[in-house]
């Protein structure tokens, strides 16, 4: 089963909008990591949060974290045409299951 | 820097054949993963490694093996390959399990006919 489930499913903006997407998950966490896959490729780490971080920033990356609601967002500021994109959230968890779990993603095309 | 390297990149099996998948990671990792991507399902785990000798079932491994007989390459098998195991194959790896950054490989694509 999957713990994260990224919302919505896909996303299309301008060029220079902003975009962002959600990710909400079931269980206690140690951390919370966006990932990057563009078409037909692996997936890039993007960001790493930890569960008692609220906020961070990587360059044009915005990572929110509020562990009271089971959910995080991913804000891209300035989007360019670069940024289409599957982007994923992945849970590391805490206890004995310690795997990286992956949501299905959100799709989002930038249009030039 | 290779980082993680799968071979191959692409391969067309029949029903009942058999295969390996190779990953092989250049960055020292304890973890090594195997995961499958199929539409609308995200990645999910197949098998996993927290060191050389060691592997462990994820959330679908009926169906496959492994093995990790040196730290830097950890090995898929299908034994009998069926139609739904036709996805995209991906290797991971990362210092430490689940805690740290994920490195991964630019993956398979495998097709069962």
């Known amino acids: 089963s999957q713990q994260g489930e990224e919302d919505p499913q896909a996303l299309s903006i301008q060029e220079g909008e902003n975009a962002t997407m959600n990710c909400s998950y079931k269980t206690s966490i140690n951390n919370l990591q966006w990932y990057r896959q563009n078409s037909g490729r692996g997936l890039v780490h993007l960001i790493l949060?930890?569960?008692?971080?609220r906020e961070k920033h990587s360059g044009r990356l915005r990572v929110t974290l509020d562990t009271s609601k089971k959910s995080s967002s991913l804000l891209i500021t300035a989007s360019r045409a670069a940024d289409t994109a599957s982007y994923f959230c992945a849970t590391g968890l805490s206890g004995s299951a310690r795997q990286l779990t992956f949501g299905s993603g959100t799709q989002l095309t930038v249009l030039p | 820097n290779a980082g993680v390297t799968q071979t191959p990149k692409f391969r067309v099996l029949k029903t009942g054949q058999s295969m390996t998948l190779l990953c092989a990671q250049d960055?020292?990792?304890?973890?090594m993963y195997w995961y499958r991507q199929d539409p609308g399902m995200g990645l999910r785990l197949i098998h996993y490694?927290?060191?050389?000798?060691?592997?462990a079932k994820g959330e679908v491994p009926d169906g496959y093996n492994v093995s990790r007989l040196k730290k830097q390459n950890f090995l898929l098998g299908l034994e009998s390959a069926a139609p739904s195991q036709t996805s995209v194959y991906f290797c991971?790896?990362?210092?430490?399990?689940?805690?740290?950054?994920?490195?991964f490989g630019q993956g398979t694509r495998l097709t069962v006919v």
């Open positions: 949060i930890r569960s008692n971080e």
């Open positions: 960055m020292n990792h304890e973890y």
């Open positions: 490694s927290v060191g050389e000798g060691t592997t």
């Open positions: 991971a790896s990362s210092y430490q399990e689940a805690l740290t950054e994920a490195f």
